[in-house]
């Protein structure tokens, strides 16, 4: 990442995971938490963080992504990791504004939003459910102690 430049933050959440990713011109390196997302576990995780970078096909080797992601299991870090991923890909920044030295051209960035909802509209709009607070008189949410009038 160069330093001086404008960056712009894409963030991405699922549950209690966050994550924030870069993204910069370069040769298609994505990592996480500076991991390479190929060496990524388990393998379940690895495919949904590299998902929407399949999706957009050669145009990923054109550009670097950064992701930190924090919080959560691993299944709600790799879903956080690649909605931060498509968000980066898509340039989407909060208020419509247009993002600052963006790598992709508008017109690339239409066409990557396109295959990204086409496949899963939640890669750009997020999965808002949350778990249950737990309530008082049982051991979790819903579930309470059994009752016996016998």
């Not at 992701?67 to 920044?93: C, E, K, N, P, Y």
């Not at 960035?109 to 496949?119: A, C, S």
């Amino acid at each position: 990442m160069t330093t001086g430049a404008k960056v712009d933050l894409y963030p991405g959440q699922r549950k209690t995971s966050k994550a924030v990713a870069t993204i910069s011109k370069g040769t298609g390196r994505v990592r996480i938490n500076n991991v390479p997302a190929e060496l990524v576990r388990p393998e379940v995780a690895k495919e949904l963080v590299l998902t929407p970078l399949t999706l957009v096909g050669e145009m990923r080797n054109r550009v670097d992504i950064n992701v930190q992601v924090a919080g959560g299991g691993f299944m709600g870090q790799a879903f956080a990791s690649a909605v931060a991923i498509s968000r980066a890909l898509t340039g989407d920044v909060k208020g419509d504004k247009d993002p600052r030295e963006h790598p992709f051209p508008k017109s690339a960035r239409e066409e990557i939003r396109r295959k990204l909802m086409e496949y899963d509209r939640h890669f750009l709009a997020g999965d808002h459910r949350q778990s249950e607070s737990k309530k008082f008189g049982g051991p979790g949410a819903r579930r309470r102690k059994q009752k016996s009038y016998r």
